[in-house]
């Protein structure tokens, strides 16, 4: 008897864990995307990023080989692109910056190729 009892308990606390998962995935989705801050600066771009372990990337423009715009399923539903950035010796991309309007992604790729393309005289840091 006491099995059955246990069974009628199981759904509505199988329930509660579905439940808190699927909140504290979509309050990691929210603070994963707020905690991004960059800046174009004038010799390099800065990026900030991080919900537990917090990364400060440089990435000097005589380092980058070329930029990118990508957009994934989701972004193309919520209306938002990603800036992605590759750089000289490094396999993939170095830096990511999801969560911009497509303009301003498209309008941050083409300054920040402007910006590499002047940078091309420099030396590397």
Same mark, same amino acid.
């Given at each position: 008897?006491?099995? @059955? ?20 995935? @979509?309050?990691?989705? !929210? ?53 992605? !950035?590759?750089?000289? +010796?490094? #396999? ?6 999801? +969560? ?9 790729? #083409? ?9 091309? +005289?420099?030396?590397?840091?």
């Amino acid at each position: 008897m006491w099995a @059955f009892g246990a069974l009628n308990i199981a759904p509505l606390w199988s329930g509660a864990v579905t439940g808190g998962l699927m909140l504290a995935g @979509f309050v990691w989705v !929210v603070l994963h995307y707020r905690l991004w801050v960059y800046q174009i600066r004038a010799d390099a771009i800065y990026l900030e990023r991080g919900v537990v372990t917090h990364v400060q990337s440089l990435v000097p423009y005589v380092r980058v080989q070329h930029v990118d715009t990508s957009q994934s399923p989701v972004e193309r539903v919520l209306g938002l692109s990603t800036l992605v !950035v590759y750089t000289a +010796g490094s #396999r993939g991309a170095d830096v990511s910056i999801p +969560g911009l309007k497509p303009e301003e992604a498209r309008d941050l790729q #083409r300054r920040v190729k402007e910006l590499a393309i002047e940078a091309e +005289g420099d030396d590397a840091v």
